[in-house]
């Protein structure tokens, strides 16, 4: 939850690397010196001589301003507000150590009306498994684990019916605490198997036998949930603990990579300074699941999949080269709790019968076949007036498409938003309230935006069904300490490839011309609110709340 760097936005427009936000708090931000708009033609490293950067491709100017912290990175700027294209102004800043709070995990208390009473639906963020390694107090060390007994056991309080836990954009992170937060919601017993190059098989088990949370449970997945969100979905899905709903398939990430250090065996070259040869990554191990399933490939598969632009594109360990294949190991003994399967089938089909008639997936639908067709496309037309014309028919849909929506006059749901500093609170916060394009939290609170863009130093989001351009636009995290996010449009080698990569100028409209909801988490809700009638109806859950 945190990176080395200025805090800053960047993204590339017209060959040039420009700003478009800073990170309060942030070297770039306390500065004063550096705003919105500013286009960056040189960076420099201290005293080293300054490299010009217009033209050069953004991943590459990303590299040239992050670094270690305490170091000191000089950029040359064409301010937003100068009145010519020659003016330049220079401004050295030293990289700190920048928060991410926003990449904790956070939760939301939904209240959905029904029959005459109310759920309360617990859903709770997560974008990665993160744990501080470094901390020397272990009674102080931040992780994933605590973070969501912290909401879960918040939502409790509030008497939640049910959970959701939105694992759609985590890319994985750390093993431990995919494993300790699975244990949450299990009995104690094996929640992932890794095999070694020499073919031997260990366990990871969870060994606390307690439950922090026992209710109706529901995972979303995407095509871009990867590694430790694969062994956790796979182990809830195997233990019959979890209903999973999502894209077709998880990514596919089910091995372990090592990074070997080259300078130890390659000799310094005669002249050159600061010698770094690099590193070699090496695949070193491979995940299972309890029932001895590879999660390589072919990912984890959801228990309904629902309509989506990622489920058609070239997304995944299986649009890589050369990916290692699927296989099986001996199943680990495991007790199931089988809470999925006797519902499932009536669940499937309540579900299928509102995606059927809902008019947001009749969009999502059209969207579909729009990427089909737009990917199946191999040229581009030249001709002014025709691209002009394909424009105007884009924008006339768009439109189209707002009136209906605001045309329905849809209620603000009654949304709770707790964060982790909330959480030990009592009582709930103001409940949000919705616009369409920002989300409010009234008695004084600061303003949400729902669906945030691409963000250097918080995460890449784009709406779940957004329309896949047919740009060759690219964002780049800027600041990172590793080797940054990189959406590319034209790249299908990358997991974190974007359903969603437009140049700034067209992120209003590609914004509007996806659904106004995030339909698939609309549905996801329909979903438990089902699983908990069902479990009522059948005696498997005793009580909700009035």
Same mark, same amino acid.
């Given at each position: 939850?945190?990176?080395?760097?200025?805090?800053?936005?960047?993204?590339?427009?017209?060959?040039?690397?420009?700003?478009?936000?800073?990170?309060?708090?942030?070297?770039?931000?306390?500065?004063?010196?550096?705003?919105?708009?500013?286009?960056?033609?040189?960076?420099?490293?201290?005293?080293?001589?300054?490299?010009?950067?217009?033209?050069?491709? &953004?991943?590459?100017?990303?590299?040239?301003?992050?670094?270690?912290?305490?170091?000191?990175?000089?950029?040359?700027?064409?301010?937003?507000?100068?009145?010519?294209?020659?003016?330049?102004?220079?401004?050295?800043?030293?990289?700190?150590?920048?928060?991410? /709070?926003?990449? %904790?995990?956070?939760?939301? &208390?939904?209240?959905?009306?029904?029959?005459?009473?109310?759920?309360?639906?617990?859903?709770?963020?997560?974008?990665?498994?993160?744990?501080?390694?470094?901390?020397?107090?272990?009674?102080?060390?931040?992780?994933?684990?605590?973070?969501?007994?912290?909401?879960?056991?918040?939502?409790?309080?509030?008497?939640?019916?049910?959970?959701?836990?939105?694992?759609?954009?985590?890319?994985?992170?750390?093993?431990?605490?995919?494993?300790?937060?699975?244990?949450?919601?299990?009995?104690?017993?094996?929640?992932?198997?890794?095999?070694?190059?020499?073919?031997?098989?260990?366990?990871?088990?969870?060994?606390?036998?307690?439950?922090?949370?026992?209710?109706?449970?529901?995972?979303?997945?995407?095509?871009?949930?990867?590694?430790?969100?694969?062994?956790?979905?796979?182990?809830?899905?195997?233990?019959?603990?979890?209903?999973?709903?999502?894209?077709?398939?998880?990514?596919?990430?089910?091995?372990?990579?090592?990074?070997?250090?080259?300078?130890?065996?390659?000799?310094?070259?005669?002249?050159?300074?600061?010698?770094?040869?690099?590193?070699? =990554?090496?695949?070193?191990?491979?995940?299972?699941?309890?029932?001895?399933?590879?999660?390589?490939?072919?990912?984890?598969? @959801?228990?309904?999949?629902?309509?989506?632009?990622?489920?058609?594109?070239?997304?995944? /360990?299986?649009?890589?080269?050369?990916?290692?294949?699927?296989?099986?190991?001996?199943?680990?003994?495991?007790?199931?709790?089988?809470?999925?399967?006797?519902?499932?089938?009536?669940?499937?089909?309540?579900?299928?019968?509102?995606?059927?008639?809902?008019?947001?997936?009749?969009?999502?639908?059209?969207?579909?076949?729009?990427?089909?067709?737009?990917?199946?496309?191999?040229?581009?037309?030249?001709? /002014?007036?025709?691209?002009?014309?394909?424009?105007?028919?884009?924008?006339?849909?768009? /439109?189209?498409?707002? =009136?209906?929506?605001?045309?329905?006059?849809?209620?603000?749901?009654?949304?709770?938003?707790?964060?982790?500093?909330?959480?030990?609170?009592?009582?709930?916060?103001?409940?949000?309230?919705?616009?369409?394009?920002?989300?409010?939290?009234?008695?004084?609170? @600061?303003?949400?935006?729902?669906?945030?863009?691409?963000?250097?130093?918080?995460?890449?989001?784009?709406?779940?069904?957004?329309?896949?351009?047919?740009?060759?636009?690219?964002?780049?995290?800027?600041?990172?300490?590793?080797?940054?996010?990189?959406?590319?449009?034209?790249?299908?080698?990358?997991?974190?490839?974007?359903?969603?990569?437009?140049?700034?100028?067209?992120?209003?409209?590609?914004?509007?011309?996806?659904?106004?909801?995030?339909?698939?988490? %609309?549905?996801?809700?329909?979903? &438990?609110?089902?699983?908990?009638?069902?479990?009522? =109806?059948?005696?498997?859950?005793?009580?909700?709340?009035?």
């Amino acid at each position: 939850l945190s990176l080395f760097g200025i805090g800053a936005v960047l993204t590339s427009e017209d060959g040039y690397c420009k700003i478009t936000s800073l990170t309060p708090e942030a070297p770039a931000s306390k500065s004063k010196k550096l705003k919105a708009g500013d286009r960056i033609v040189f960076v420099a490293q201290g005293t080293n001589p300054p490299v010009d950067v217009v033209d050069m491709k &953004l991943n590459k100017v990303v590299e040239q301003i992050r670094g270690a912290k305490g170091t000191e990175v000089r950029l040359t700027i064409i301010p937003a507000d100068a009145p010519d294209m020659s003016v330049r102004k220079e401004v050295a800043l030293i990289r700190d150590e920048i928060k991410l /709070e926003d990449q %904790e995990a956070k939760a939301k &208390l939904i209240e959905m009306p029904d029959a005459g009473r109310t759920l309360r639906v617990g859903y709770i963020d997560l974008p990665s498994f993160y744990a501080d390694f470094d901390a020397k107090n272990p009674k102080e060390r931040k992780s994933t684990t605590a973070d969501v007994a912290k909401l879960v056991t918040k939502l409790k309080k509030e008497k939640m019916d049910g959970l959701i836990l939105d694992l759609r954009r985590n890319g994985g992170g750390s093993l431990e605490e995919a494993i300790n937060l699975t244990g949450l919601f299990i009995k104690e017993g094996t929640v992932v198997q890794v095999k070694d190059p020499d073919g031997g098989v260990t366990r990871d088990d969870d060994k606390d036998p307690s439950i922090l949370y026992d209710g109706p449970l529901v995972v979303m997945t995407s095509r871009f949930s990867a590694s430790a969100s694969e062994i956790l979905a796979g182990a809830l899905q195997d233990y019959g603990r979890a209903l999973i709903v999502g894209d077709v398939s998880t990514h596919g990430k089910g091995t372990v990579q090592s990074l070997v250090n080259l300078s130890p065996y390659l000799r310094p070259v005669e002249g050159v300074t600061n010698f770094n040869p690099g590193a070699l =990554k090496v695949t070193i191990r491979k995940f299972y699941r309890a029932s001895g399933e590879s999660t390589q490939l072919e990912g984890v598969k @959801p228990d309904l999949v629902l309509p989506s632009i990622n489920n058609e594109a070239d997304v995944g /360990e299986k649009a890589l080269e050369n990916p290692l294949p699927w296989d099986r190991v001996k199943p680990a003994d495991f007790e199931k709790v089988n809470r999925v399967t006797p519902f499932l089938a009536d669940l499937r089909k309540l579900s299928d019968g509102r995606v059927l008639h809902d008019k947001d997936f009749d969009y999502v639908r059209e969207d579909i076949l729009q990427y089909k067709k737009n990917k199946d496309e191999k040229t581009v037309s030249l001709n /002014e007036a025709k691209r002009r014309k394909e424009t105007e028919e884009a924008k006339a849909r768009s /439109e189209v498409r707002k =009136k209906e929506i605001k045309s329905r006059h849809l209620p603000d749901p009654t949304v709770y938003e707790i964060t982790l500093k909330l959480a030990d609170k009592p009582g709930l916060p103001p409940r949000m309230v919705k616009t369409n394009t920002t989300a409010s939290i009234t008695g004084g609170h @600061p303003s949400v935006v729902p669906n945030e863009r691409a963000t250097v130093t918080a995460k890449f989001r784009w709406p779940t069904n957004s329309i896949l351009s047919a740009s060759n636009t690219t964002f780049t995290a800027v600041d990172t300490n590793g080797p940054g996010f990189h959406f590319n449009t034209n790249d299908t080698t990358a997991s974190t490839k974007a359903a969603k990569s437009n140049s700034d100028d067209e992120d209003a409209d590609a914004e509007d011309a996806g659904p106004a909801r995030d339909v698939n988490f %609309e549905e996801t809700k329909q979903i &438990l609110v089902d699983y908990i009638k069902l479990l009522l =109806k059948k005696g498997a859950l005793t009580t909700v709340s009035k």
